[in-house]
């Protein structure tokens, strides 16, 4: 086994023993976030995005794909990028409940990926766009056909590099909720929080996706917790979420998710 698997199962037994229930949250705004997005996201799901998902876990197309940080091409099935790069569909209800629950009408989602993230935060009624951004040509392509079956109205992609696209889509579009999980590299990470606090001043939420996928992203998680602007913080494992604008104390929780 090697060193990652055991670092993340070393971050995981450490989330497990820090993260907490609902009895142990005094405030209101954090026992609602428990028990209407976290609680919910056990259960709930979108049918009709879950069968897409399913689609492209069984579709053995093989695509050529390019990698822009080693500058590498290589092979993939749909199929394995379904199975393997895919949130699970927890995450993805707990993104749709969490929308819900802040009443957010625009989204950013920064790496698009085959699309199963964006249609279930275009799905809250109150969701009014969802604009995403993916690097690579043949998996933004994808994406839009899953996009035109069921809500194509809702959701735009832009095709193209975060280092190109965030800061003109920031200001264009004013999201009031951003989804990072593009680029799983601490400087990535920290450019994106940095430009969506610079451009968006009412942003309600910013979610970091894979915070414990290596030790250099959960390096960039620390400094976020500790960073004097961001008076709230959550960690849920599979995901650092982050509230700028809160009216209290710096916090910081582990949610038992």
């Not at 394995?80 to 895919?86: N, V, Y």
């Not at 998996?139 to 975060?162: M, N, P, R, V, Y």
Request: charged share 25%.
């Amino acid at each position: 086994m090697n060193s990652v698997f055991w670092f993340r199962l070393q971050c995981y037994l450490k989330y497990k023993w820090n993260a907490v229930g609902p009895h142990s949250l005094h405030s209101p705004f954090l026992f609602d976030l428990f028990n209407k997005a976290v609680k919910p996201a056990r259960t709930f799901r979108l049918s009709t995005v879950e069968k897409l998902r399913k689609d492209l876990e069984a579709n053995h197309e093989v695509i050529d794909l390019f990698d822009l940080k080693t500058k590498t091409s290589y092979r993939r099935t749909i199929s394995s990028i379904a199975k393997t790069s895919l949130s699970k569909p927890k995450f993805s209800a707990f993104l749709y409940k969490l929308l819900e629950l802040l009443e957010v009408e625009k989204v950013l989602e920064t790496g698009t990926s085959l699309g199963i993230n964006g249609l279930y935060m275009a799905g809250p009624e109150r969701v009014k766009k969802v604009c995403t951004v993916e690097a690579s040509p043949i998996i933004a392509s994808i994406a839009q056909k899953q996009f035109a079956k069921l809500l194509q109205h809702k959701i735009e992609i832009k095709q193209g590099t975060i280092q190109d696209t965030i800061e003109p889509l920031l200001i264009r579009e004013q999201p009031e909720f951003c989804f990072i999980d593009a680029d799983h590299r601490s400087s990535a990470v920290l450019s994106c929080v940095d430009a969506i606090m610079k451009h968006t001043p009412k942003i309600k939420c910013i979610v970091v996706h894979d915070i414990y996928w290596s030790p250099d992203m959960s390096s960039v998680w620390d400094k976020i917790t500790s960073d004097t602007r961001f008076a709230l913080t959550i960690d849920i494992f599979q995901a650092g979420i982050i509230f700028p604008n809160m009216q209290m104390p710096k916090q910081h929780f582990t949610l038992r998710f």
